[in-house]
């Protein structure tokens, strides 16, 4: 029993000193650890509160100010494994919401939108910043048939690498295109017995085509001998055109004697129509008009524009006259250009893709509708006018009640 007393009282010696010795160890350490980092700020860190969820951080500050806590953030950090240290904490309850954003797409950081793109090809491999060696400025869309390839072709050379070219098929030939080398460089849209209208509302959205300056929307029976697009887009920005058009060889395929071309001139505006055909000088024909067949416009211009045609009315008849309310003011932003001029050859190629009936050929059932849609066209027109001054509670301009 004396031994067993005398080996305890030995012991307990022993232990103190080991207790000592770990806290003077311990407290050297963490001097060391102290001056060799900054003091941080527990209050100005942006630290999660999943991290301390109990703890008063203002309180532990104001308490234990002389207290340096990166050693503490340091040592956390490095228990979290496979964490990117360069990205911010996001707690799982945060929300994005962004009202800047297009619609549909609040919920995205506005960093990551892409709201716009265009027809730029691109390769398989290598770096997206080195796919293009140069980016078009322009935009020209032909809808064709194969049966006007050459006219196409002779139409095409015509266009700079600047303009990025695209072919709508509504016959549905597409591979028989590569005979010419330019194609396999072209955009390629088919689908059969489709007119340009069609295809523009639903393949040249504002917000696809947005790349381009100017985009030129043609028809494929187009005469270009004496065209040049280059010098054409020179014209236009010389003017401020927004809308605008080649002016017409005179004796081929004329219809208004505004898109006549005139030989002594750039450009013109206006013109003198037949009488009563215009109820003021600066409205269509007479002036702000151009035609369907080959008109050409701004950015801004054509996004006004695609708004305005019609899903179901695809061959765009009465557009030519509504165009005016797209640029401001009209009869100084719509032109015809006289110096760049082409030749209308009246091929009915794709009034050939309607349907016979009642023993009427196809292209009477085509342009049958085609005037329909004019009339179509007005009424929804005049229709939506209406509707709009009646909401705002004003009279229409043009109305006599005051």
């Not at 060799?36 to 008063?56: A, Q, W």
């Not at 002036?287 to 179901?312: G, K, L, T, Y």
Request: hydrophobic share 40%; with cysteine; aromatic share 12%.
């Amino acid at each position: 029993m004396g031994s067993t007393t005398r080996f305890g009282n030995i012991r307990k010696p022993k232990e103190k000193m080991k207790f000592v010795a770990t806290a003077l160890v311990s407290i050297v350490f963490g001097f060391f650890i102290g001056v060799s980092f900054p003091t941080v700020s527990l209050t100005k860190m942006n630290l999660p509160s999943s991290l301390f969820p109990s703890i008063d951080l203002s309180y532990i500050e104001e308490k234990y100010s002389g207290f340096s806590t990166q050693a503490l953030v340091n040592a956390w950090s490095s228990l979290k494994e496979n964490k990117d240290a360069s990205v911010k904490y996001i707690p799982n309850d945060a929300k994005i919401w962004a009202p800047t954003n297009p619609p549909g797409a609040e919920r995205l950081p506005p960093g990551i939108v892409e709201s716009e793109s265009d027809f730029y090809l691109r390769r398989l491999w290598g770096l997206p910043s080195e796919d293009l060696t140069i980016k078009p400025k322009y935009l020209v869309t032909f809808t064709v048939g194969y049966a006007q390839k050459n006219n196409i072709n002779a139409a095409v050379k015509k266009f700079s690498e600047n303009f990025t070219i695209v072919l709508f098929h509504y016959d549905g030939r597409t591979s028989e295109w590569d005979e010419f080398e330019w194609s396999k460089r072209a955009i390629h849209v088919s689908i059969r017995k489709q007119t340009k209208w069609w295809y523009a509302k639903r393949f040249l959205h504002p917000d696809i085509v947005a790349s381009y300056e100017y985009i030129f929307i043609w028809d494929e029976d187009l005469g270009v001998e004496h065209f040049n697009a280059e010098e054409y887009i020179k014209l236009v920005r010389k003017h401020g055109l927004e809308i605008s058009q080649p002016g017409l060889e005179p004796n081929n395929g004329l219809t208004w004697q505004m898109t006549k071309r005139r030989g002594d001139s750039q450009v013109h505006m206006q013109t003198e129509e037949k009488p009563g055909w215009c109820s003021d000088p600066h409205f269509p024909p007479c002036a702000a008009f151009v035609e369907i067949m080959a008109p050409v416009f701004s950015r801004d211009a054509w996004r006004c524009v695609w708004h305005m045609i019609q899903n179901d009315l695809v061959h765009g008849w009465g557009l030519d006259f509504a165009l005016r309310r797209c640029v401001e003011p009209a009869h100084e932003k719509v032109g015809v250009v006289d110096a760049q001029w082409i030749v209308h050859q009246s091929v009915p190629s794709l009034g050939n893709q309607g349907q016979t009936e009642s023993g009427r050929a196809p292209w009477e059932g085509v342009r049958e509708r085609c005037r329909r849609e004019w009339t179509m066209f007005q009424a929804r027109m005049a229709a939506a006018e209406k509707a709009y001054f009646e909401e705002m509670g004003i009279d229409p301009p043009n109305s006599t009640a005051r």
